[in-house]
């Protein structure tokens, strides 16, 4: 069996960091004018159900083998759902109103990989199930009613790294840096994931209570970002980039907030979640998994810090720059674009030769 298909964070991360780095500069072409076939929200529903929705399925598929202890799709079976993957992004150029069946169908794919071991083993994550199937469902709802479809399909996505967040980044802070401090509250915890579902629930009804959810809800990650111990990390970029990252989540609810009085631009908001929030948080968990993963250690290289540094800088040309010079607006689209795919070249160049190969300690995997 090739190691690629060993397990499910090889093939989805290499085709979710070569996806971002190459169909991000044809959109900004497209917007520019310099290609014909400029259609924002197809630009936004590929970044949803295509590049995030393959982080989240590689990092899902290696993690519930790791919280059940069962196996999860690999060789031929992952091969065939990477397929699907495929099969909708292709779909998404060739016939667009195609694409969004073709990832519920990698939806179910995606459920049923976690959904068995999770289920035969009674595991307490058994919710991932129902997330996975709404990612589809929003993608099929996009043909109908497009901006509810994403402004659902990236509560889902943020629940989902928030959730995950919260998991990781205290531990991983307190196990890499004596010391640290890093702390978490039950009910803040409690209160931060359910301010995003209440979200959820106000975007689905195209409720105007939105704004006001949005700005409790940036209070409550703000709070919880801050008893992470963010400052600890400054010397540890494979830490400091899913603290930063995660700070993007309190911006993009503060500016989501604001955009419900018309004082910022929706779309800021948006790309502070899609650049910062999940560009950042996925490639930092996907670097620092792909190297756990592989025997290797957990330090990042000097690739992935300039990766880091890049995506970093992206959203800061999104989101930042058209609120301080609303007049560089397209420029900041086009600098953004290109600090974004020069990141995840990096990735791609750092990690191909990762994720094709067997681990470096001869175990499965």
Known sequence: MSALFALGFRPFYLLAGLYAALSVPIWAAQYAGWLPGANPLWHAHEMLFGYAFAVISGFLFTAVRNWTGRPTPAGAPLAAIAALWIAARALAVLRPSAAPWADAAFAVAVAWGIGQPILSSGNRNWFFIPLVLALGAASIAFQAWPHVALSAGLDVVLFIIALMGGRVIPSFTNSAVPGAGARTYRGLEFAALGSVLVLLAFDLAEAPAAAFAA???????GARL????????????????LHLSYAWIVVHLALRGLSGWDLVPPVLATHALTIGGIGGLTLGMMTRTARGHTGRTLQAGSAEVWAYLLVQASALARVLVPIAVPQAYAASVAVSAALWSAAFALFCVAFVPILSAPRLDGRPG
Request: net charge positive; no cysteine.
């Open 226 to 241: 801050a008893l992470w111990a963010p400052l600890k990390t400054r010397g540890r970029p494979i830490l400091w980039i």
């Open 215 to 221: 700005l409790a809800a940036a209070v409550l990650h």
